[in-house]
C-alpha cells in the first residue's frame, strides 16, 4: 500500500517510528519484545500478539490481566475476521439481585466472565503458528523471575493501590511490600506465572473448566460474588464480521456491539460532510466539528449500544448514509452544543503486530478501571475486571443489567482498509478515549496528510460530558481560546494517561511503519 503521507514529524516528542518486515507495538517494551521473539522463531504475527498480550498481564497489571475482555481484528492475508471475547453476566445477576440499583464498580459483583483467556485460545486454534505454550514463556520467566517495573506503570500502580487496597485479594498480589513498586524495583509474581503455565498447558481449560474455575468459584462464594464454576463453562468467545464506514476513501473497520466501536464510524460519517482537509491540523476550526461530531456519536451510542443481541436498533441503521447526513446537519461550525440521541428510521492495554506474510492483528484487552474489580484470587495472581458496572439500572434501557448479557464495552481494536487492501492496524486505549481517538487519529492521517506517527503525537481532545472537553496544553493558546468562546467548557490538563494511548502499523508496499505513543513506556520494535 503506496503512502499518502509526508515524513515530517512536527510535534515536540522524541520517538520516531520503525520500519521493518517484522513488527510488534504495544505500551510497554517488555511485552512488544516478547512478541517479537515469537516472530523471530518463526511465528506469524498471531503467535507474536498472543505473547505480547500475555506478558502484558504481568509487566503492566496496572491496565490488563489474566481475569480481562479481550477483542481482536486479524487481515489474514486475504480477509478480515473479528473476535469478540467479552464475557456475559453470571446466571444470577437479575434486575432484582442488585434491587434495581446500580452495578457496583469494584468488588466481586462488579466482574463478568472474563474472556481473555478465551481469545487467546481461538486466536491460537484458527491462525496460530507456533505451539501454544511457547507463546506463554517469556510471561511465565517475568512472574517468577522477575522484571524491573516502567516509570509509567509505576506511576499507576502508586495512584492506585489506595482504591483498591481493601478489595479481596488485592494487597497480598500487588502490595507485597505493603505499597506499589517503584521504577525500577525488580517485582515477582509468582503465582501469576503458574496460573500461565496451567492455562498454556491446558489449552485455556483450566481457567473455564478446571482447577482455576474452582478457585475462581470459591473466592466468589467467600466474598459474596454470584460468579459460579457454570458461568464460566458457558463462556464462548464469538467470531463476528466487522462494521464499517467509509472515509476519504478508506474504509474504517471496527467490531460490532457491545463495543462502541461504532461511535467512532458515526463520527466519522458525520465529518465526511465537512471540508475537514481544508481546516488547519490542530485548528480551532476543524477541532471544534471533531469534538461535536462525537458528542453526537456517544449520544446515540449511550443510547442503543448494549450485548447485540439485546439491541433494539441495529448498527446498520445507525450508520445509515441518510441518517449520518441528518445529524451532521445539527452541527453549528461556530457554537458549542448539547448532544442527544436520535431516532433513525429504518486502564486498557492495545498491541498490534504484523508479519512478512502480511499477517496483521489488532488486538486489545483490558480490566477496565486500571485494576479492574480489584479482586484478587488467591494464590493465582488472577486479577479481575469489573464490566458489569457499565450496566444500566433503568428498566427501559436496552443495556439493563439482567443475566448472561453482554455489557456495553468501552475496549476497541480499529482496522483500515483501501479498495479491499489492508492499510492499518490501530487502537487508542483509554475508556470512552478509545473512539474519539480512532476518530482524531483518521482525521490527521486522512484529512491533513500527517503520517502516522504524526498522528499519534499530535495534541488530542477527550469529550467528558455536555460541553464539557479536556483538551491537551500542546494545542496552541488561539486554539484553546477560540474552543472557549464557541461554548466548549475547556479544562486543560498536562496527565498524559487522560489522552489514551496509540499504538499503529501502517502497510508499506515492503513492509511496515510501527508507532507506539510516546505518551507511554511503549515500543514499537521490529526486524
Not at 488486538?363 to 458489569?388: D, E, H
Request: aromatic residues 8%; glycine residues 10%; negative net charge.
Amino acid at each position: 500500500m503506496t503512502k499518502r503521507f509526508g515524513w515530517e514529524f512536527p510535534y515536540a516528542w522524541p520517538r520516531k517510528p520503525v520500519l521493518a518486515e517484522n513488527v510488534v507495538c504495544t505500551s510497554q517494551p517488555l511485552a512488544a519484545q516478547a512478541g517479537l521473539r515469537m516472530l523471530a522463531e518463526g511465528g506469524n504475527a498471531v503467535d507474536a500478539a498472543i505473547a505480547t498480550a500475555v506478558t502484558l498481564t504481568v509487566v503492566e497489571p496496572v491496565s490488563n490481566g489474566i481475569g480481562s475482555d479481550a477483542f481482536a481484528i486479524v487481515w489474514d492475508g486475504a480477509r478480515l475476521h473479528g473476535l469478540n471475547a467479552s464475557g456475559r453476566s453470571p446466571a444470577a445477576w437479575t434486575p432484582e439481585f442488585f434491587g434495581h440499583n446500580a452495578v457496583p464498580a469494584l468488588g466481586w459483583n462488579s466482574v463478568t466472565v472474563p474472556g481473555a483467556v478465551s481469545a487467546w485460545t481461538e486466536l491460537h486454534a484458527r491462525f496460530g503458528k507456533l505451539p501454544f505454550a511457547r507463546l506463554f514463556v517469556p510471561a511465565v520467566s517475568y512472574g517468577r523471575d522477575g522484571f524491573l517495573v516502567s516509570p509509567t506503570v509505576a506511576q499507576q500502580w502508586a495512584a492506585q493501590a489506595p482504591l483498591f487496597a481493601g478489595q479481596p485479594g488485592f494487597a497480598e498480589a500487588f502490595m507485597p511490600e505493603g505499597r506499589a513498586p517503584k521504577p525500577g524495583e525488580l517485582v515477582r509474581l509468582p503465582h501469576h506465572g503458574a496460573t500461565l503455565e496451567k492455562i498454556a498447558s491446558s489449552n485455556g481449560e483450566e481457567f473455564y473448566r478446571g482447577e482455576l474455575a474452582a478457585a475462581l468459584e470459591a473466592h466468589s462464594s467467600a466474598n459474596g460474588g454470584a460468579m459460579r464454576a457454570g458461568d464460566l463453562a458457558a463462556h464462548r468467545a464469538d467470531w463476528v464480521e466487522t462494521i464499517s464506514t467509509g472515509y476519504r476513501g478508506y474504509t474504517v473497520h471496527e467490531l460490532p456491539p457491545n463495543g462502541q466501536g461504532i461511535v467512532a464510524l458515526i463520527a466519522l460519517g458525520i465529518l465526511e460532510h465537512f471540508d475537514m482537509a481544508a481546516l488547519p491540523a490542530d485548528s480551532a476550526d476543524s477541532v471544534h466539528l471533531q469534538i461535536e461530531a462525537v458528542k453526537l456519536a456517544f449520544a446515540d451510542a449511550q443510547a442503543y449500544v448494549t450485548d447485540i443481541d439485546h439491541m433494539t436498533l441495529r448498527p446498520e441503521r445507525l450508520l445509515d448514509k441518510g441518517y449520518l447526513a441528518q445529524r451532521a446537519a445539527l452541527i453549528d461550525p461556530k457554537r458549542a452544543q448539547p448532544a442527544s440521541a436520535g431516532a433513525p428510521s429504518g486502564g486498557t492495554v492495545y498491541l498490534t503486530a504484523a508479519d512478512a506474510d502480511g499477517m496483521m492483528v489488532s488486538m486489545i484487552q483490558s480490566n477496565y478501571m486500571g485494576f479492574g474489580s480489584g479482586v484478587v484470587v488467591p494464590g493465582t495472581g488472577i486479577a479481575l475486571q469489573n464490566r458489569g458496572v457499565h450496566f444500566s439500572a433503568d428498566e427501559r434501557h436496552p443495556n439493563r443489567v439482567g443475566p448472561n448479557k453482554r455489557p456495553y464495552h468501552t475496549i476497541i481494536p480499529g482496522f483500515v482498509t483501501k479498495d479491499g487492501a489492508p492499510v492499518m492496524s490501530f487502537g487508542v486505549m483509554g475508556g470512552t478515549m478509545q473512539p474519539q481517538g480512532h476518530v482524531q487519529v483518521m482525521v490527521r492521517i486522512a484529512d491533513h496528510g500527517q503520517n502516522p506517527q504524526a498522528a499519534c503525537d499530535g495534541p488530542r481532545f477527550r469529550w467528558v460530558q455536555g460541553t464539557e472537553v479536556t483538551c491537551e496544553r500542546s494545542f496552541s493558546r488561539t486554539t484553546l481560546d477560540e474552543l472557549v468562546r464557541r461554548g466548549h467548557d475547556l479544562v486543560s490538563v498536562d496527565d498524559y494517561n487522560e489522552f489514551g494511548s496509540c499504538q499503529a502499523i501502517w502497510r508499506l508496499d515492503d513492509g511496515y511503519l510501527a508507532v507506539s505513543d510516546p505518551r507511554r513506556d511503549g515500543q514499537a520494535a521490529g526486524f
